[in-house]
């Protein structure tokens, strides 16, 4: 007899790859996951000890008080708030839900790779919808719809080109769906934009009944490692959600941390203000070096090193990797010749800048 084997689908997906982290050492600069530079805020950080002294019982079964929070803070809906383990959670228990074998789902060729991962995972087809200028492509994507589509992933801004869609743009993309297409809204960078064109989901959630937004505490709260993300949804869509969605999925001093730092408004807004400065500062220093950086409105830019060159991107990312700054190479998400880097501190990028000119002038 054979041994069990997987269905199709998941035997179809490349792993998801994560950065080089967690190999010794604190004196390294990571700027390879996207987390905010301050990181969390130290509030949140009591909170967490204060609720890890407990953790005999279980914790709220839906996150309840987290939700509440959260309702408070975006002067959202209680009951349209759903929390999960990560908002990469929500996204696999939306896909779980929306599309099975036969269906199709749409994301922009250079998109977050958990959609590819949660369609093949469910049995759907993932297919990768070409962006122009590393930029979404309306157009294109409405002129892939067919039949079988039944979701649309838009990254919003995306992660790793670090462009945008205008609102306008997004309620033409919308508008061009069928209503039985769901389109998810995933804003893990909205808190860092400060564009004012810009509308991360809540607006389109509330108006119709096929858009979800998916948000995270993981980027401008940098509370990765807590794995907490929540979603803003339609009832009907909050329903299906809660039916698969596993009891207890967030623990209560991650629930504890995520409240906690939704109360600290002055270390978000502190983060925030951080990254509107230091983002286009780095740009500009490293455009002075010769290279070129795609726009972004999120906390990491896309640098590019021509693969033509013996400055090529792998010889970028080991160069800096030597001088104990962590970077990601996107090479899985289609873009071989870039490497992403987040915004870390004004001290951590002046050092990227500085490694990057002895790369720049190294061969
Ligand atoms: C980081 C990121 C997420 C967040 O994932 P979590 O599971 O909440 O940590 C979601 N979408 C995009 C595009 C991201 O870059």
Known sequence: MA???????????????????????TDRIVISSNESAFGPSWQAMEAYSAASEDVRRYPEIDARSLRK????????????????????????LLTL?????????????????????????VGATPIAVPETNLATDVDAILERVTDK??????????????????????????????????????????????EDDYEAGEA????????????????????ASLRVGWAYAPPEIIDVLDRVR???????????????????REHTERSRR??????????????????????????????RFPAETAQNAEAAYQFLF???????????????????????????MEDVVAALRAFVGAS
């Open 274 to 303: 951080h990254n509107a400065e230091t983002l286009p500062w780095f740009v500009g220093e490293v455009e002075a070096l010769g290279l070129h950086v795609n726009p972004s409105v999120a906390n990491f830019v896309i640098v």
């Open 3 to 25: 041994p069990p084997k997987a269905k199709p689908g998941v035997l179809a997906i490349t792993p998801y790859a994560g950065s080089e982290v967690g190999l010794g050492g």
């Open 149 to 194: 589509t039944r979701i649309v992933f838009l990254a919003n801004p995306n992660n790793p080109t670090g462009t945008y869609l205008p609102e306008q743009e997004l309620r033409r993309l919308h508008a061009g769906l069928p209503e039985n297409v769901l389109l998810l809204l995933d804003g893990a960078y909205a808190e860092f934009v400060t």
């Open 322 to 348: 030597e001088r104990g700054i962590v970077t990601r190479r996107v090479a899985g998400y289609g873009l071989p010749d870039w490497v992403r880097m987040s915004i870390g501190t004004r001290e951590e």
């Open 204 to 223: 389109l959630v509330r108006e119709f009944s096929n858009v979800v937004m998916t948000r995270t505490f993981s980027k401008i709260y940098a509370l």
């Open 69 to 92: 929070a959260l309702a408070t803070h975006h002067g959202l809906e209680e009951d349209r708030i759903i929390c999960g383990c990560g908002s990469d959670q929500i996204i696999d």
């Open 246 to 264: 596993p009891p207890f999925n967030v623990s209560a001093p991650a629930i504890s941390a995520a409240i906690a730092a939704l109360e600290d």
């Open 97 to 121: 839900c929306f599309a099975g074998p036969g269906d199709e789902t749409l994301y922009t060729e250079h998109g977050f790779t958990m959609y590819p991962i949660a369609s093949l995972g």
